[in-house]
Nanobody, 119 residues
Framework: QVQLVESGGGLVQAGGSLRLSCVAS????????MAWYRQAPGKQRELVAA???????NYAESVKGRFTISRDNAKNTVYLQMNSLKPEDTAVYYC?????????????WGQGAQVTVSS
């Protein structure tokens, strides 16, 4: 089975930085899309950033210029560098990775990492 383990969340002051990591383990291969989503209390989960196997990225308008998504294919890892954090970035962040496994082509979710930005 495939598992995604996230790390790097925490509490920071506004203007600070954090880097989230998400590692996929198990029998997953030919990973295609890797992405980060977030969900704030009382709100729907939203896409924050995504990166394809070809390196194409897209970001939510609210994080453009502040967040950077990257990947290390050899390590089956996706990162989210978050700079100039704002209180409105406070949310649980989830990674999502799509690839092939014994279940065919599908996506998987991380356990979530809490990011709290204080004023």
């Amino acid at each position: 089975q495939v598992q995604l383990v996230e790390s790097g969340g925490g509490l920071v002051q506004a203007g600070g930085s954090l880097r989230l990591s998400c590692v996929a383990s198990g029998s997953i291969f030919m990973i295609n899309r890797m992405a980060w989503y977030r969900q704030a209390p009382g709100k729907q989960r939203e896409l924050v950033a995504a990166i394809t196997s070809g390196g194409t990225t897209n970001y939510a308008e609210s994080v453009k210029g502040r967040f950077t998504i990257s990947r290390d294919n050899a390590k089956n890892t996706v990162y989210l560098q978050m700079n100039s954090l704002k209180p409105e970035d406070t949310a649980v962040y989830y990674c999502n990775i799509a690839g092939f496994s014994g279940s065919g082509y599908r996506d998987y979710w991380g356990q979530g990492a809490q990011v709290t930005v204080s004023s």
